[in-house]
């Protein structure tokens, strides 16, 4: 048998204390076949994208085998899940293989996601189905193409297995993920729910030197790292929150420290903008709701900095004193960088104080007309006289206010459209057509309607798609409300 695909495995997450993880190989599948390789990402890794396609590389993708430099684990975590606190979680289906450093200079985890049991399985098998791999596969490609902080798919397999679900039983498949690292608000909850100081500040090292080197050498460094994951998260939550992207499960375990979108589970894009909108069907109290993304985040902020209280400051009323105030910068970053946003998507090259009012009585406007997000973003960008802002329609009036404070001199037009281009996507990966593409591959293990979703939404700025199938919003028969984590 040729060897396994060659890849310069560079392990920094094994040589923590031992009680970090737990060392074991993925349980072999029967018969793996490649669905999707993400050539580009391959490179990026430094990995030969043909070695990856051959018969040995597949059976690495599918765990049925090991690379050389690989020291696969299955990473400790804990975690609040709807706000119920876990002791335990981990990767119970996820076995991580190693850590390359990227052509970019970036380290990334390399993670099998389906990849068989591990001993923080609990009672859960440990794989995944082709649902949940080809719909993190689509979603992850298409935040990074939208450039959204987020991990990456490198590729996805069948395992020729079945696999039982409430739905019955389901083609098997694997996902490799690609991480700036897979270390969440969770990991630092797991050791400190345990008391365990030297793990976590073993673990604040790691992620400083990882993810936040610049803060390595501040007076306290532990308070800096705290402020920038603050930072990180709350970016990231405005960018989602400017895209229409709801998450689904923002639990502890599901928060990355390095502000990156992690763990797709029941998201999706909304389509008619509606504040309060919930897809997810296990999250009943709509505690995951659009709106409530950046409260949710800033709470999972607050059990980090309770992690960190005693590295914080050895006075426990000072710790509690500097972490409140970490804390209270969240709203004032979310803020700063949701109006970035929002003024980048209307074509605002200032700042006015009533940049807020202008955007939310957009918002308002399209929930009390049932109007598309997106697609009324990019009426905005591209006009046409049969478009809600033309005379007659129910954003007229707001249109005359938007012309009001936007400069009308011609190179400041020019740029506000350019800005306006590329902040408000042409296609974003429609919950509806995610769910076709699941459909396709369950019932006929067709995987062409992925491919070609998956090729429009990486591309999702591009005005030649303007026009396109993949622009429509659904049908009233096509809706989707809601979505199923079906792990
Ligand atoms: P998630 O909701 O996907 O973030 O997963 C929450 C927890 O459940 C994590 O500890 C997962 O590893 C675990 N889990 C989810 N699905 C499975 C499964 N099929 N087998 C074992 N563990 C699972
Ligand atoms: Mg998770």
Redesign the pocket.
Known sequence: MPDTPTIAFDNSYVTLAPEFYARLEPTPVSAPELIALNEKLALTLGIDPQSLKSGTGIAMLAGNAIAAGSQPIAMAYAGH?FGTWVPQ??????ILLGEVIGTDGIRYDIQLKGAG?TP???G?????WIGPVLREYVVSEAMAALGVPTTRALAAVTSGETVLREQGALPGAILTRVARSHIRVGTFQYFAARQNRSAIEQLTHHVIARHYPQVADSENPALAMLDAVIQAQSSLIAHWQSLGFIHG?M?T??ASISGDTI?Y?PCAFMDTYTADKVFSSIDQGSRYAYQNQPRIAQWNMVNLAQCLLPLLHEDEAEAVRLAQEAINRFDEHFIEQYLIRMRAKLGLVDEQGDDLALISGLLNLMQNNSLDFTITFRQLTSRSPTDPFAPGGPLHDWYLRWQQRIDASEPVRAAAQALMAKSNPVVIPRNHQVEAVIAAAVDSRDYSPFHALLEVVTRPFDHDLEGSEYTLAPTPEEIVTQTF?G?
């Open positions: 899940q979680l981990g990767d119970g289906r996820a049991r923080f399985s609990r859960g098998d440990g794989r995944n499960v639990n375990d599901n763990d589970g984590c792990t």
